[in-house]
């Protein structure tokens, strides 16, 4: 079955270091999204790709993330510098096409980020 | 700006039905998800429901929509101890995104 991967599943590092996070979502699926979910809390979309075009980073904080997706596939997430608060889990979501019936996202495992 | 709210918590016995509630913010938001987590895992979808619809099943579980009060719930027959988890409503207002909007998540213990 198709799932969405991403990669690393656990990482620590200092603040002010920097941190990446990858994503390699189904197969043929246009819609790329970058949740953050802080313990306790909801996701929250941080962008959202349709093929290689950013269409929302409204709640990026674009000071210090970063996202591209060069070609329309997968996708990297970056901070820097990574503060205290970044501490979270990153998911990642893909969808086929928006508009089609339930537009259903699928989730990767994620990433939980410590930041020390 | 409004939240999509749910309580926290919810214990149930085992074999018992579960009841978890959600109240989103946009009227004319499209669709409604339920989807649920398991520890240190992702998203599940469980199911969903189109916004012109008052109810949905799908076997075990039964999800009711009052788009007057902006309320959905989702009902869990014959709960078992595998469905112990976080569960998540999301709304999805017609932005031209398609973005989801996620609730706080409630947390449901099953006891045996």
């Known amino acids: 079955e198709a799932e969405v991967a991403q990669s690393p599943r656990y990482k620590i590092t200092e603040k002010s270091q920097a941190v990446a996070f990858w994503c390699d979502p189904i197969s043929g699926h246009a819609t790329l999204y970058w949740y953050r979910q802080i313990l306790g809390q909801g996701p929250e979309l941080l962008v959202q790709f349709q093929d290689e075009s950013v269409v929302d980073d409204s709640q990026l904080p674009k000071d210090r993330f970063s996202a591209e997706r060069l070609k329309g596939v997968d996708s990297t997430l970056k901070i820097q510098p990574a503060e205290l608060g970044d501490s979270a889990m990153y998911l990642c979501a893909s969808s086929p096409l928006p508009g089609l019936a339930g537009n259903e996202q699928f989730f990767g495992p994620g990433t939980r980020l410590t930041v020390l | 700006g409004e939240d999509v709210e749910q309580s926290l918590f919810l214990s149930v016995r085992e074999g018992d039905s579960s009841v978890i509630n959600c109240t989103y913010t946009?009227?004319?938001?499209?669709?409604l998800y339920w989807y649920k987590q398991e520890p240190g895992a992702g998203l599940q979808l469980l199911t969903y429901i189109f916004s012109n619809m008052d109810m949905k099943q799908d076997q075990r579980l039964t999800v009711l929509l009052n788009k007057k009060d902006k309320h959905l719930s989702l009902r869990i027959a014959d709960t078992q101890t595998g469905d112990s988890a976080i569960y998540f409503c999301a709304e999805s207002p017609p932005s031209g995104t398609y973005k989801y909007i996620f609730g706080t998540g409630t947390r449901l213990k099953v006891l045996a």
């Open positions: 946009d009227s004319s938001s499209t669709y």
